[in-house]
């Protein structure tokens, strides 16, 4: 009995230690959909797309995106000379 306990636990962790297990595969999660910029106006509660024209706080004012595109900005209308 002394020698059939070490032999079956040297064949059982022999037998563990040659199997090999096949790696897994890296799962791409999807890319979520680029959002095109947007302003927020309080004083309607909703989104405005850039070009859409609103008044904030009684000032006529256009969606404008930022130089990088990223993000839009209001912008009140430009002095005309």
């Known amino acids: ?3 059939v306990s070490p032999l079956l636990l040297s064949v059982l962790m022999t037998a563990c230690a040659t ?10 999660a ?11 106006s309080g004083d309607e509660s909703k989104f405005f797309d850039v070009g859409q024209k ?4 009684g000032i ?3 969606c404008t995106a930022t130089t990088d595109g990223k993000n839009a900005q209001w912008m009140g209308a430009q002095h005309k000379k």
Not at 19 to 28: R, Y
Not at 54 to 57: E, G, L, M, S, T
């Open 60 to 62: 006529d004012v256009t």
């Open 30 to 40: 999807p890319k979520p959909a680029q959002k095109a910029p947007q302003c927020w």
């Open 1 to 3: 009995m002394r020698l």
């Open 19 to 28: 199997q090999e297990t096949v790696p897994a595969k890296p799962v791409d």
């Open 54 to 57: 609103a008044k904030v706080a």
